[in-house]
Nanobody, 122 residues
Framework: QVRLVESGGGLVQPGGSLKLSCAAS????????MGWYRQAPGNQRELVAQ???????NYADSVKGRSTISRDISKNTVTLEMNSLKPEDTAVYYC????????????????WGQGTQVTVSS
């Protein structure tokens, strides 16, 4: 019904920057929020950042001050820019969205992308 496709992962040197993008498509009436989670080997999936509407944001303490999440509501896309990357930022990053579907008003459905690997290493 809804597909989230991430792009922008890869290998980055410590101190570098990256930009992750996610596009949602499918049977979408509206998107309440979009965000990014990450999961490192042996760890639980954790919130990185999320955005509600176009400007209400929430960041994990570990990335606050060096990350920016933004959203293009008209295109159903979300972007995460991270600077001053550290080896501990290495993880699979997942796009996430809470969506109202066409024909199903009043209910929010949660969707995940397939994930994109980010490796911070010299």
């Amino acid at each position: 019904q809804v597909r989230l496709v991430e792009s922008g992962g890869g290998l980055v040197q410590p101190g570098g920057s990256l930009k992750l993008s996610c596009a949602a498509s499918g049977n979408i009436f509206s998107i309440f929020l979009m965000g990014w989670y990450r999961q490192a080997p042996g760890n639980q999936r954790e919130l990185v950042a999320q955005i509600i509407g176009s400007d209400t944001t929430n960041y994990a303490d570990s990335v606050k001050g060096r990350s920016t999440i933004s959203r293009d509501i008209s295109k159903n896309t979300v972007t995460l820019e991270m600077n001053s990357l550290k080896p501990e930022d290495t993880a699979v990053y997942y796009c996430y969205a809470e969506v109202t579907l066409l024909g199903r008003p009043g209910s929010l459905y949660k969707y995940w992308g397939q994930g994109t690997q980010v490796t911070v290493s010299s």
